[in-house]
């Protein structure tokens, strides 16, 4: 059941934050280290059940990739609000943040307690508004698991490599870091390439090839047998708007 919540206490939560900017993720080293370290802890091999012919999903990695693409947050999705606009918009940003101190829909928070994941959390899930979706890099690296060759240095085994057609927000990049394969990757977006280049330069490992190439899969022709796998979550035609680049 939902309290009552005074002006007083969503204006305090309002000013409190619009001085502080938006809730970005951390892009500090330590805090993407430790995200990092939880990620390659994490047993992925959880995640596969093959009588299901299901791979499951953790959020391992999840913010770690979001945290290099802070213009994820004003793409748009069809017709639906972007967070960006919920945040520039006074009368929305207080409505949610009212639904967030009353307990509606989100765990009831005092207003001093409200930290930058429960407004993260509001703006993804605002009524009519929606975020663009990043694949799971535990999930992707299952896949890779499955699928790729790992590196053998007692029997000469090399890691395969896999053909990320449409690379995304990282998610598949840091499933493959993860997994120790090979990743060559094609996203014609400027900032999101400049994302990806921020993943492969911090985590990337120096004894696997890491190739990330600015422009659409449709243009890119790989050298030949340099694949071992295609793997990748396509574009949503014209409902995620990623960029207005020619």
């Known amino acids: 059941m939902s309290i009552q919540v005074s002006d007083a206490a969503v204006n ?10 938006f809730p970005h993720y951390p892009s500090d080293y330590n805090w993407r280290k430790t995200q990092f370290a939880k990620m390659i802890r994490f047993d992925r091999s959880t995640l596969l059940k093959p009588k299901q012919k299901v791979v499951g999903s953790s959020a391992h990695g999840l913010s770690l990739a979001w ?4 213009h994820h947050w004003g793409i748009q999705c069809g017709t639906m609000k972007t967070p960006m606009e919920i945040w520039n918009d006074e009368e929305h940003f207080k409505k949610g943040i009212r639904k967030l101190l009353s307990g509606t829909f989100w765990e009831q928070k005092e207003y001093h307690n409200i930290t930058a994941s429960d407004l993260r ?14 694949f799971r890099p535990t999930s992707a690296a299952v896949i890779y698991d499955r699928f790729l060759e790992k590196a053998s240095p007692l029997f000469g085994g090399k890691a395969g490599t896999t053909w990320d057609m449409s690379c995304g927000y990282g998610g598949r990049l840091l499933g493959a870091i993860a997994a120790d394969v090979n990743y060559i990757g094609t996203d014609p977006c400027t900032e999101t390439y400049e994302g990806l280049k921020g993943i492969r330069d911090d985590w990337g490992n120096k004894n ?17 047998c ?21």
């Open 67 to 70: 945290s290099y693409m802070p």
């Open 208 to 224: 696997r090839t890491i190739e990330i190439h600015k422009l659409g899969s449709e243009e890119f022709r790989p050298d030949y």
């Open 12 to 21: 305090e939560v309002y000013d409190t934050w619009k001085a502080k900017g």
């Open 121 to 134: 959390s509001v703006l993804r899930r605002y009524s009519g508004t929606q975020a663009v979706s990043n």
């Open 226 to 246: 340099s694949v071992d796998l295609c793997f990748t979550s396509p574009p949503y035609f014209d409902w995620e708007k990623y960029s207005e680049e020619d």
